[in-house]
C-alpha cells in the first residue's frame, strides 16, 4: 500500500490546527478500516432477539427409528 506524503500547512490557531488533525487522523482511520475485514457488533437488544431465536428453536427429537448417534446400535 502506497502511502500518501500531503504537504499540510500548520495553522496559525492551536485548536483549529488539533482539529485538523484529529480529522486527518480519522480519515486515515476509515483508509484503514475499509480495506480490513468487517466485524459486525450487536447491540444488546440484537443479542437478546438471536439469543431468543436459538433457544425457542425447535430441534428435531431424536429416536432410534431415526437414528440417534448417541445410541449405540444392538
Do not use: C
Amino acid at each position: 500500500m502506497a502511502a500518501k506524503i500531503q504537504q499540510q500547512e500548520v495553522h496559525p490557531s492551536r485548536n483549529i490546527q488539533h482539529g485538523l488533525d484529529l480529522w486527518e487522523r480519522v480519515r486515515q482511520y476509515d483508509a484503514r478500516s475499509a480495506v480490513e475485514d468487517f466485524t459486525p457488533v450487536l447491540t444488546r437488544k440484537q443479542k437478546q432477539k438471536l439469543k431468543v431465536q436459538q433457544v425457542l428453536q425447535k430441534k428435531p427429537t431424536k429416536t432410534r427409528a431415526r437414528g440417534d448417534p448417541t445410541t449405540p446400535a444392538q
